[in-house]
């Protein structure tokens, strides 16, 4: 007769066995990632559609989270890429998972790059939903020239929009620039819609700068750009805020205009 406590241990064991698999499985993807990016080697090939991605050590795997260090994750066949000192994500299921960046935060997309202090980034259907990008400033550069910085920058595939929210500035060629509360770039249109509140129906004024200059070839700088320069003043201001005297103008040429707009215009 066999014994019993040996039978009821047999199948208890094999349960544990199976039950530890997916956890052993993701240690030993950290590690092989943590060995291939101490190496030095170059990202792995990622099979069009896929998610992939690479890190360094050290990397640590807990029953509700990842801990990542020098996080790349990227697609295959797409612009995609994603990059940041550290990252820390709810799971390694691209199908449904969130994770926040900090350090050096980079998020490309076909339209454009955003860089940041930090994110917080959703993946959906293996794919990039989200991106909420927050930084000192955040900036944006489309891929068509447009530049711009905000308190926060938002990133939201679903509708095709960019959205730079706070003390928000955008320029389009290098001369002209704009001031908002929240400017929203669409993606598919390329097109820029100002808002003076960043509310709908909010108060508020979109301002922004025409200069007299030939587009690329005086780039643009944020405003408070210059150390000790308060906001919205021109580098060299009169002391009481009155702004400095414009460059003497080169005979013929306009002289640089200052236009503001009421809420809701567009870029």
Not at 39 to 67: H, I, M, Q
Not at 77 to 92: I, W, Y
Request: charged fraction near 15%.
């Amino acid at each position: 007769m066999a014994n019993s406590r040996t039978d009821r241990a047999v199948p208890l064991q094999a349960a544990a066995a199976w039950a530890a698999l997916p956890a052993l499985a993701a240690a030993v993807a950290l590690l092989y990632v943590d060995r291939s990016a101490a190496a030095g080697e170059p990202e792995v090939p990622c099979a069009t559609g896929n998610l992939c991605f690479s890190a360094s050590g050290p990397a640590d795997y807990e029953r509700d989270k990842v801990v990542l260090h020098d996080i790349v994750v990227y697609q295959g066949g797409s612009p995609m890429h994603v990059s940041a000192n550290v990252a820390e994500a709810s799971s390694l299921n691209f199908n449904d998972s969130n994770w926040v960046l900090t350090g050096a935060v980079e998020v490309r997309v076909a339209q454009g790059t955003l860089t940041a202090d930090s994110a917080r980034v959703h993946f959906l259907g293996s794919k990039l939903n989200t991106a909420l990008a927050t930084g000192t400033p955040a900036t944006f550069e489309s891929d068509t020239g447009v530049r711009g910085h905000a308190s926060s920058i938002e990133y939201d595939l679903g509708a095709g929009e960019i959205r730079l929210r706070g003390d928000a500035w955008i320029t389009r060629d290098g001369c002209n620039e704009t001031r908002a509360a929240l400017f929203v770039y669409n993606l598919a249109q390329r097109s820029v819609h100002a808002q003076g509140s960043d509310t709908a129906g909010g108060g508020g004024r979109v301002q922004g700068t025409i200069r007299p200059c030939k587009p690329g070839s005086t780039p643009a700088t944020a405003p408070g750009a210059a150390p000790g320069a308060a906001p919205g003043t021109t580098p060299g201001a009169a002391p009481g805020g009155a702004p400095a005297l414009a460059p003497a103008a080169t005979p013929g040429a306009a002289p640089a205009a200052t236009a503001a707009a009421s809420t809701g215009a567009t870029s």
